[in-house]
Nanobody
Framework: QVRLVESGGGLVQAGGSLRLSCAAS????????MAWFRQAPGKEREFVAA????????IYTDSVKGRFTISRDNAKNTVYLQMDSLKPEDTAVYYC??????????????????WGQGTQVTVSS
């Protein structure tokens, strides 16, 4: 059983920064792709960013390119999402997820096998 626990969310003013963390346990973390998704109130969950098993391949949704950075530390079984220049439209619950089938990430929710409980990010204007 894989367990993912997110942390680092909170309330921040527009233009500020937050760093989300997702700690994984229960499997050999270093061989699998990881991703961040988010769900704003009244909206469907959407892809934000994903990273390959080695950290060498990363993909982002267009709205966060240049502002968010995904990274991972396999020694700590942790994936991070550094969020800079935050905007009110970034307000959402952020979820991390793991794909236990392969190490190269994709954008579709259905690719991911386990999810964290989510962490709230609120950006005030």
């Amino acid at each position: 059983q894989v367990r993912l626990v997110e942390s680092g969310g909170g309330l921040v003013q527009a233009g500020g920064s937050l760093r989300l963390s997702c700690a994984a346990s229960g499997r050999t973390f270093s061989t699998y792709a990881m991703a961040w998704f988010r769900q704003a109130p009244g909206k469907e969950r959407e892809f934000v960013a994903a990273i390959s098993w080695s950290g060498g391949f990363k993909i982002y949704t267009d709205s966060v390119k240049g502002r968010f950075t995904i990274s991972r530390d396999n020694a700590k079984n942790t994936v991070y999402l550094q969020m800079d220049s935050l905007k009110p439209e970034d307000t959402a619950v952020y979820y991390c997820a793991i794909d236990l089938k392969k190490g190269i990430p994709g954008r579709r929710e259905s690719l991911y096998d386990y999810w964290g409980q989510g962490t709230q990010v609120t950006v005030s204007s």
